[in-house]
């Protein structure tokens, strides 16, 4: 890794306007963590509904959708990638420093708003936030990798991340049993299902993967990604204008 | 010393060719790469600058391939035909960063160097985001020198630039042809080519179509047939006057004015206020017909 490309990489994401996101979808999570409390009395029932429908479901892909094509995706739009590519440095360096700053941000700004509006919302002695810290960090590496790798493919990032996210992980994955087979969001669930035990049918935690396999296919799909990101670097075509 | 050589290199985009089996050799001392908009010279710069693979040929640098040979850019500075930079840095943290990039032992002592050779000193310590475009275009320039690189490649420079930036990086480009290193610079204006070029190779629609000094360029661009439109008192006259002075292998009457076909332009622009004269012809107008550079091009093309 790359002190310097991670430095510029930082205030890339953190410079631009796009930054404010990064506080305010957390903001409002929390925000809506102090409504569930109030409403429901601290209900641990109501915390695991905010957390898989709100917190897990959309917030968190959302944010690493916002913080995977932050850390690469504009400056592939706007070609000032150029100075980053036009240094005899590795291109696995370039994309392992910037998943570096990528993971932090997300742990930062997804994974502990997260545990906190779960915290906030109501729990049973910091079981279920445990659980859930421990699957949304899991998710948010596979997510920022996949969402990494989907910026150098394509410019169109943010709409097939939008549309992975949201309406393959969500909507189909609600209808189709059979999705939830091919999700981060379930895969990583398995990990919050084998922490809480024998709560996770009380509360109704439940992953659709069983737990080996479904660490198994968040280590392939994050590594797999990172050796795409990698391969595609190093034949980035940049616009010319020509 | 360094040298670039393009052996036979082709690039196409689906069905549309951007460069067609382009062979050059470019060594040190400054060289023009001169063409029209979208003959490919951005295309060609970037596959010199290891951005671009070529579709068949091969771009080597002192014998390496520079096809993802990111070593290349010990030795390669490259100053973007784009604007982005990193806004939100100052023109001096921007520098000192593409030094550390670089590795070099001094990242602080390189940047003060490449900064005062582009006169950025003062400005330094503003954000880039708050430079005029004269500005980012020397803090480009600074980062593609910050490693003392024996290969500067600059996608149109001169794009955007007042008439003083202008003669500051003439200046600068001169002195570094001079230092020994090998600069290659894309322009579609002949002026500024043949002002501080030795060697110009000229690109028009993905081909090489010529290549030399400008002496020989001027003259192929000047040597060929040129066309004029005349306005005089008494057209006719002095149409049989052209002819009969041989000045000019076709004229034509027919438009309502006198439109002629010269292929020596040095002999009919001396020939013609001379045949005015002894004919008692009075010109009200002498107006070159094709003298856009695409029509040169053009010419250059056929040739």
Redesign the interface.
């Known amino acids: 890794m790359?002190?310097?490309?991670m430095?510029?990489t930082l205030?890339?994401l953190l410079?631009?306007r796009r930054a404010l996101l990064l506080l305010v979808l957390p903001a409002l999570l929390l925000v809506l963590a102090g409504i569930v409390r109030w409403a429901s009395g601290a209900d641990v029932f109501a915390t695991v509904g905010l957390t898989e429908n709100f917190a897990f479901g959309t917030l968190l892909p959302l944010m690493c959708l916002l913080i995977g094509t932050g850390v690469i995706g504009s400056e592939i739009d706007?070609?000032?990638i150029?100075?980053?590519?036009?240094?005899?440095?590795?291109?696995r360096t370039i994309i392992l420093s910037k998943l570096a700053v990528a993971w932090g941000a997300a742990f930062v700004f997804a994974v502990l708003p997260l545990v906190a509006a779960v915290e906030i919302a109501g729990d049973d002695g910091g079981r279920l936030g445990l659980a859930y810290g421990v699957a949304a960090t899991l998710a948010a590496l596979t997510y920022t990798s996949l969402f990494v790798a989907l910026s150098v493919v394509t410019r169109n990032a943010v709409i097939i991340g939008l549309l992975y996210a949201l309406l393959w992980e969500t909507v189909l994955g609600g209808y189709v049993p059979g999705i939830r087979n091919v999700s981060v969001r379930q895969w990583a669930l398995a990990t919050a299902e084998s922490i809480l035990g024998d709560y996770a049918y009380v509360w109704g935690v439940l992953s659709a993967v069983g737990q080996t396999a479904a660490l198994g296919l968040l280590a392939a799909t994050t590594v797999g990604a990172v050796v795409l990101a990698v391969r595609r670097l190093?034949?980035?075509?940049?616009t010319?204008?020509? | 010393m360094s040298t670039l050589v393009l052996d036979g290199v082709s690039r196409w985009y689906g069905n549309v060719v951007?460069a067609n089996d382009v062979t050059m050799t470019v060594g040190p001392g400054i060289t023009g790469l001169l063409g029209p908009?979208?003959?490919?010279?951005?295309?060609l710069i970037?596959m010199m600058?290891g951005?671009?693979?070529p579709s068949a040929g091969t771009v080597t640098l002192d014998g390496t391939a520079v096809w993802?040979h990111?070593?290349?850019?010990?030795a390669?500075?490259?100053v973007?035909?784009?604007e982005?930079?990193?806004?939100?840095?100052t023109g001096w943290q921007f520098v000192v960063?593409?030094a550390?990039?670089?590795?070099l032992p001094d990242p602080a002592a390189a940047a003060r160097r490449a900064l005062e050779t582009v006169e950025m000193m003062d400005a330094k310590d503003r954000e880039i985001a708050t430079y005029s475009k004269g500005m980012k275009q020397r803090v480009k320039m600074a980062?593609a020198l910050v490693h003392d690189p024996s290969v500067l490649l600059l996608d149109e420079p001169f794009n955007g630039m007042d008439p003083r930036q202008r003669l500051h990086l003439m200046d600068l480009l001169r002195r570094l042809g001079q230092e020994g290193r090998t600069v290659l610079f894309s322009s579609h204006i002949l002026e500024e080519v043949e002002e501080i070029a030795g060697t110009i190779e000229v690109l028009v629609a993905g081909r090489h179509a010529a290549s030399g000094d400008f002496r020989r360029i001027r003259r192929l661009m000047t040597e060929r047939p040129h066309q004029y439109t005349i306005a005089s008192s008494d057209d006719r006259r002095l149409a049989a006057a052209i002819v009969a002075d041989g000045a000019a292998d076709t004229v034509d009457l027919s438009g309502g004015s006198l439109a002629v076909r010269a292929p020596d332009v040095g002999r009919f622009v001396h020939a013609l206020p001379r045949l005015a004269r002894d004919n008692g012809v009075r010109l009200l107008e002498v107006s070159p017909a094709d003298e856009s550079l695409e029509s040169v091009f053009a010419y250059l093309v056929a040739r």
């Open positions: 790359n002190a310097v490309v430095q510029l205030r890339g410079g631009r706007d070609g000032s150029v100075y980053l590519l036009a240094k005899p440095l590795p291109r190093e034949t980035l075509r940049l010319a204008t020509d | 951007a908009n979208g003959a490919g010279k951005s295309t970037a600058g951005f671009l693979a993802r990111p070593d290349i850019y010990r390669i500075g490259l973007p035909e784009t982005a930079m990193y806004d939100m840095v960063a593409n550390r990039l670089h590795g980062t």
